[in-house]
């Protein structure tokens, strides 16, 4: 049975060489030799639509092309940052777009995946802010426009509203502990793995008087991103320098 690797938060861009290339080696150490990669959301730090293909981006759809090439199963589930990931880079990398939240079964174990904003429902601007970036007419309208043009609304967004209504958001916020058992009830599952708030963990509570798990991924950096690995039923937090 071949391991199930687990990252999220990569936040690749032009700005951080070293973040990108050690991503593009930890597919060729790692996930290479894995079963399964699942990417949970912010892989780039912006994105702005499948046409917009300036470096570094085709040596990322590249690495991660071979990855699925040699038999790699790879799933990645859109961030805050990069919901606008579409089928025309799904069918560049051989990867499937997978829905937020995602339930999966880790070597028998259910397990709920998700990225971590719709957790975060403390900040109710955000989530409506969501709900209005992600609708099919504001998408619609986004996507019509010139490259040039998208970046200059992205960046307009950004300065406008600081975190709020933007490709990028509130980062800083938690999750909710009840919208936390909320999502994890309505999916039947014990096992909960998400990104998105930076703040790395292993939680362990009880959700209907049973063991719960919710662990939390960390974002990557220059110099070491983490991940997690599922080997059989071992489950662990990794890092990869
Ligand atoms: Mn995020």
């Not at 593009?24 to 894995?34: D, G, S, T, V």
């Not at 499948?50 to 759809?61: F, G």
């Not at 309208?141 to 958001?169: C, M, P, T, W």
Request: one cysteine or more; proline letters at 3%.
């Amino acid at each position: 049975m071949k391991d199930i690797l687990i990252i999220s938060d990569l936040h690749l861009s032009r700005g951080r060489p070293a973040t990108i290339d050690l991503f593009l080696r930890f597919l060729k150490e790692q996930a290479q030799n894995a079963g399964y990669l699942y990417i949970l959301g912010d892989l780039f730090d912006a994105w702005i639509g499948d046409d917009d293909i300036t470096p570094p981006v085709p040596e990322i759809i590249e690495g991660l092309h071979h990855l699925s090439k040699q038999g790699c199963v790879l799933s990645i589930m859109h961030g805050n940052r990069d919901f606008l990931l579409g089928e025309v880079f799904a069918n560049a990398t051989g990867c499937t777009l997978i829905p937020d939240p995602s339930v999966v079964d880790l070597n028998g174990t259910p397990t709920l995946l998700m990225h971590g904003d719709l957790l975060c429902s403390d900040d109710k601007e955000y989530l409506q802010a969501r709900k209005l970036l992600r609708s099919k007419d504001f998408i619609a309208d986004f996507l019509s426009r010139s490259i040039a043009e998208r970046l200059q609304l992205a960046a307009e967004y950004r300065k406008r509203s600081g975190e709020v209504v933007s490709l990028k958001s509130a980062d800083i916020m938690d999750v909710n502990q009840l919208t936390v058992a909320d999502y994890m009830q309505e999916n039947g599952v014990q096992q909960l793995i998400h990104g998105h708030t930076h703040r790395p963990a292993l939680h362990q509570f009880l959700l209907d008087g049973k063991e719960a798990k919710r662990y939390v991924l960390e974002d990557w950096h220059e110099t070491y991103g983490s991940y997690i690995r599922v080997n059989g039923k071992n489950i662990s937090q990794e890092t990869f320098r």
